[in-house]
């Protein structure tokens, strides 16, 4: 069963904008982490980001930066100052050594 | 370090047929896993393999078998190919005690 939950199917962004993904979960675990990933055209899965959620602290590589909320069981990704290479599909993930993916937003960036 | 690698990289089946797909990492990562995605579903687990030895399912097992052939190598076949089996199918493998996963490039395959 789908445990991970992206609402927005798309999303669009004008280039250098923010833009902000929402992912929620549903878990009864205390300790586990949390991931997104990038899939661009060419298919390949990329790791954006990831977030331990023992850790309060928010994590942030670059432009992309979380807001990782446990007792909401939410975790969305900002994208910031957006560029054209930003745009694909990005999935949400939980667990530890299974990991469960939400459906996917797909980001369109607008030049 | 060629990472994760997959092969083929599409494939056509008739119903019916039998394939395998195969799966190599060179990393020494001990855990691997066979996903399958298909539009709207995001990624499916279908089975993994935690480490050299074992093999468990996942989410979707029914009509796949896997076999994990020594650390570097975990094949996922298709006894008898259905046209629900069309799909993209990711290899990914973790490191022990870390939960990243990397992903191979992905097959697709289209059974008609």
């Known amino acids: 069963a789908q445990t991970v939950t992206q609402s927005q199917p798309e999303m669009s962004v004008q280039e250098a904008e923010t833009v902000t993904l929402s992912c929620t979960y549903d878990?009864?675990?205390?300790?586990?982490?949390l991931f997104w990933y990038k899939q661009p055209p060419s298919r390949q899965m990329i790791l954006v980001i990831r977030?331990?959620?023992?850790?309060?602290q928010n994590a942030t590589e670059n432009r992309f930066s979380v807001n990782f909320q446990k007792a909401a069981k939410s975790f969305s990704l900002k994208i910031s100052d957006s560029q054209l290479g930003d745009a694909a599909m990005y999935f949400c993930a939980y667990g530890d050594y299974k990991l469960s993916f939400g459906a996917g937003t797909t980001v369109t960036v607008r030049a | 370090n060629a990472g994760v690698t997959q092969t083929p990289k599409f494939q056509v089946l008739k119903t019916g047929q039998s394939m395998t797909l195969q799966c190599a990492q060179d990393m020494n990562h001990n855990s691997m896993y066979w996903y399958r995605q298909d539009p709207g579903m995001g990624l499916r687990l279908i089975y993994y393999s935690a480490s050299e030895g074992t093999t468990d399912k996942g989410e979707v097992p029914n009509g796949y078998n896997v076999s994990r052939l020594n650390k570097r190598e975990f094949s996922l076949r298709l006894e008898s190919a259905a046209p629900s089996q069309t799909s993209v199918y990711f290899c990914?493998?973790?490191?022990?005690?870390?939960?990243?996963?990397?992903f191979g490039p992905g097959t697709r395959l289209t059974v008609t």
């Open positions: 990914a493998s973790t490191p022990k005690n870390y939960y990243e996963q990397y």
């Open positions: 878990t009864s675990e205390s300790d586990y982490y």
């Open positions: 977030q331990e959620a023992y850790k309060q």
